[in-house]
DNA sequence: GACATATAGTTGACAAGGAAACTTCCGGGA
DNA sequence: TCCCGGAAGTTTCCTTGTCAACTATATGTC
C-alpha cells in the first residue's frame, strides 16, 4: 500500500467537465455578441428588463445573481449605451424603474436569435433525446440545489 | 400571426442552465478552499504541477487556457504563498521552470479531497447512473469541440 | 413629531483576467 | 559574424466584478 495515495485527478470531477463545456459556450457567445456590442451580462439584463417592462435595480440584482453595485454600474453602460433608460419610482423616493429604449426592445430579438443559433451550434453534436437528457439533468441539479439566478458569467 | 415573435426565453437554452450550474459549483468550491488561502485558479495551477514536477509558464497557460500575463501573475502570488518556486532553465535563457515547493506539494492532497467532497455533494442527487450519463454527454461535447483547456474560472 | 433603524442606489478601493507593448534571448540566414 | 524574425515572460492599461462605506429616503416606535 502506497503511504499516501495520489490526489484525485481533475478529470474526475463532473464539476470539472461541465465548466469546460460551460465556459466554451459562454465564450462562443461573447463573442458572437460582441458584434452588437453588448457582452453576456449586458444580454440577461436586457432580456430581463424586455419581459418586465420595468424593474428596479434591486430586483434585478437580485435574479442576476449580482450586487447592486455591479447592477448599478452595468445600468450605467447600458444608459450610455442608449438601450437602457432609468426613472425614479414615483412610490418611493429611494428606487427607481429601469426600462429598456426602444433600442434597447429593438436589440433584444437579434441577441435572442444569436443565442438561438450559438446553443443550437453547440449542442447539434447531441442526439434530440440526448439533449433532452442533458436539459433534464441539469435542470434536476439546479432544482436540488435551489439554483435560480441567472448566471452571468 | 404575429408581426414579430417573442423573443426566446433564457430558460430555453442548455447553455443557460450548463452555466448556472456550473457556476453554483464552481463557487461551492471556490468558498471551500478559501479556508486554504487558495482561489480556483491557483488549484488548477498546482494541480498541474503536481503531476508535471516542473512546467514552463508557457505550457501552463496553454493548459490552463490563460494568458501568458495572467500566468505570470499567478506565478507571483503563489511564490508569494510559498506554494510554488520559479527557477531558470537551464537550457533556455528565456524560460523558466515552476515547480511545488514542499509545502505546495503537501497542500494539493489536502485540496483533492476538498474537490472530491464538492463534487460528491453537488452531484449526489444524482443516481450513479444519472451521473455517468452526465459526464458522457459533456465529454461528448467537448470532444465535438476538442476542448482541451482546464477550465478555470 | 422625532429618532432609530432599515433599505435603495452610488461610489471608491481592490482583485483578477485579457490585450498588447516591451525586454530578453534563441536560432537561422547572408 | 552580424542581423533579424520569433518565442518566453513581464508589465501596463483596461474591463468588470466584489465589498464596504456612504447618501438619501422610508418606516416603525415612543
Redesign the interface.
Known sequence: MSP??P??D?H???????????????QD?AREIEGQGVTVAEW?FL?AL?DADCLAPSLLAERM?MTKGAISKLADRLSEKKLVQRAPNPEDGRGQMLSLTPAGRAL??E???I??G??AA??D??APA??D???A??????R??E?T???V?
Open positions: 499516501t495515495p490526489p484525485s481533475l474526475d470531477h463532473l464539476g470539472y467537465w461541465l465548466r469546460m463545456v460551460s465556459n466554451a459556450v459562454s457567445f440577461v432580456r424586455h445573481g433584444v430579438p441577441l435572442a436569435r443565442a438561438d450559438n446553443d453547440f449542442f453534436t447531441l440526448e439533449r437528457h442533458l436539459g439533468l441539469l435542470r434536476k441539479i439546479a436540488a440545489h439554483l439566478r441567472a448566471p458569467d
